[in-house]
Structures are given as structure tokens and as C-alpha cells.
């Protein structure tokens, strides 16, 4: 019988939406599955390896966009933002509630192999490179390998 396989395209660079995509790879790889996430655009945010507000890329308008976008310590919630006083909220809640918080998610997918690749047309754009990611990305791919990667399981585009 062939392994279950859940691949998550991580688009967006949202506190919330960020969580939703580790709270699916976790539990599905913790449930055996094979879990691949494809951070593209804004999703790279939750993969950079400098966390907070860093002017990455190269030329003017790369480093701006990667400035403005701020890193995994600065991802915005998707509403009622609040001027970025309401990720800290939702992380106090959820520990509080002992619920994992987005650093604990990000952990456990680490610890569980979930796969790590970035999009190379995203990082062009951007004008970061490889080394600019978390040592956990195992591959920069384009989208044709991408889906060559998620090919017989559930494709997910949050």
C-alpha cells in the first residue's frame, strides 16, 4: 500500500493562515503521512532564516519587499491586525489554552521530516537565495517539480 501524501502550497505570509499550514503537516505527518510545503511569495516569510525586519535580496526593490515583509517574528494576523499587536495575542492565547504556538509547529515539523522546499521563481523575484532559508529547506524547485513531488496525494493552496 503506498504511503499517504499531503503537499501544502504555503502562499501566504499571514500569522493565521501560516499556523493553519504547520497544523496540517504536523498532524498529517504524526499520522504517517508523507507532507511536502512549497513556500512561495509571501509564505517564504515563515522559512527565512533571519526572523525579524531584514532588507535580504538583490537591488533596490528586493530588499525593499523583503524589508517590508519582516520575517517569521513579524507576520501579521490576516485581520484585525491591530499594528502586529495581535500575533502576540494569539500567541498568548494559545499558550494559555496550551495549544502549540507557531514556534512549537514549526518545530514539530521539523522533528516529524516534514519536507521544506522553497519556490525558485518567488526567490528570483525576491532576490534571495537558498542561504537566506532555514537549513530545513531541502530543495529550491520550480512548480513542474513541485507537483512531480505531490503526484498521487492531496494538494492543498493556502
Not at 503521512?33 to 522559512?47: C, D, Q, R, S
Not at 534571495?128 to 524547485?141: A, M, N, R
Request: with cysteine; net charge positive.
Amino acid at each position: 500500500m503506498a504511503q499517504k501524501k499531503l503537499s501544502i502550497v504555503s502562499f501566504s505570509g499571514d500569522f493565521d493562515r501560516v499556523i493553519a499550514v504547520f497544523t496540517l503537516a504536523t498532524g498529517a505527518a504524526a499520522t504517517g503521512y508523507e507532507v511536502n510545503l512549497f513556500f512561495t511569495f509571501w509564505g517564504l516569510n515563515a522559512i527565512k532564516l533571519k526572523q525579524g525586519r531584514t532588507a535580504l535580496g538583490k537591488g533596490f526593490l528586493a530588499r525593499f519587499f523583503n524589508l517590508l515583509l519582516g520575517g517569521f517574528r513579524k507576520l501579521p494576523l490576516s485581520r484585525l491586525n491591530f499594528f502586529g499587536a495581535s500575533p502576540k495575542l494569539m500567541t498568548h492565547m494559545m499558550k494559555k489554552n496550551k495549544v502549540a504556538t507557531l514556534a512549537e509547529l514549526v518545530e514539530a515539523a521539523k522533528q516529524l521530516k516534514v519536507n521544506f522546499y522553497a519556490c525558485e521563481m518567488a526567490m528570483v523575484i525576491l532576490g534571495i537565495g537558498k542561504s537566506d532559508l532555514i537549513p530545513e529547506v531541502k530543495e529550491v524547485l520550480g512548480v513542474s517539480k513541485f507537483l512531480e513531488n505531490s503526484e498521487g496525494g492531496q494538494v492543498l493552496f493556502i
